[in-house]
């Protein structure tokens, strides 16, 4: 009767590269925002590590016969010896690098058309003179990662009135914000930019953790027209 003989192999399992990622080779690169910053860190290596020397086993004593030599007659040589240079070889390292960047995203200023008195009744324009984009090109520890966040707009116009829109507006023929008061007085306005983005690293592209959010503030003095009576 023939047995049959059944090989079994057991091949590794294959993970993915990113599940070995670290920091020792390819440097590690976050960037998000805290308290209204933009905040990059970047870090490479994974600290000071020595080489071990190679552990050599020593021979074993073997036993054998031991007879006691006849005693010869050795002449006296003088002899020079050379200093022996001991090498001592440096450990091998790995070198530690990390630094950490803080970046500011630009404040708004906030204007409006006319300028002088606005009128009830009469759209007042308004805008801001933020970018729709903030870009900004980082080296840190030698590595090149570039910054992109576009800016988003809530403004609150003092009577009760919200806006949320994309665009920073524009003054005269090219407005595209604008607000009537209906009751003259005094109105405190309030514009809110709230800030996201991406950066890029290598090639690869992520999103920021986090938002900034930077408010402005205006006052405004919004009176009625006079009447006039004519004949």
């Known amino acids: 009767m023939k047995r049959l003989l059944?090989?079994?192999f057991s091949l590794p399992l294959l993970l993915p590269a990113a599940a070995f990622a670290d920091c020792s080779t390819t440097a590690c690169v976050d960037v998000y925002t805290q308290n209204n910053q933009i905040i990059i860190e970047a870090h490479k290596g994974s600290?000071?590590?020595a080489t071990k020397k190679p552990v050599v086993a020593k021979p074993k004593p073997t036993?054998?016969?031991w007879f006691p030599p006849k005693p010869k007659t050795v002449p006296t040589v003088k002899r020079t010896y050379k200093p022996r240079v001991v090498v001592k070889k440096k450990p091998a390292t790995t070198i530690n690098l990390?630094?950490?960047?803080?970046?500011?995203?630009?404040?708004a200023t906030i204007a409006y058309q006319p300028g002088f008195e606005p009128l009830v009744h009469v759209p007042i324009i308004f805008w801001c003179d933020l970018p729709t984009l903030f870009q900004s090109r980082v080296d840190i520890i030698g590595e090149v990662i570039?910054?992109?966040l576009r800016p988003g707009f809530v403004w609150q116009w003092g009577d009760g009135q919200?806006?949320?829109?994309?665009?920073?507006?524009?003054?005269?023929?090219?407005?595209?914000?604008t607000h009537t008061y209906k009751q003259p007085g005094v109105?405190?306005?309030t514009l809110i930019a709230t800030w996201n983005g991406n950066f890029k690293h290598n090639g690869a592209?992520?999103?920021i953790s986090g938002t900034i959010k930077i408010p402005s503030f205006a006052v405004i003095n919004v009176v009625s027209a006079s009447t006039r009576f004519t004949k």
């Open 98 to 107: 990390s630094d950490r960047l803080i970046k500011m995203v630009p404040t």
């Open 47 to 49: 600290g000071g590590t």
């Open 162 to 177: 919200i806006l949320s829109t994309t665009e920073p507006g524009a003054p005269y023929p090219n407005q595209s914000i």
């Open 6 to 8: 059944i090989l079994v």
């Open 63 to 65: 036993s054998t016969l």
């Open 187 to 189: 109105y405190n306005i």
């Open 146 to 148: 570039d910054v992109a």
């Open 205 to 207: 592209t992520r999103a």
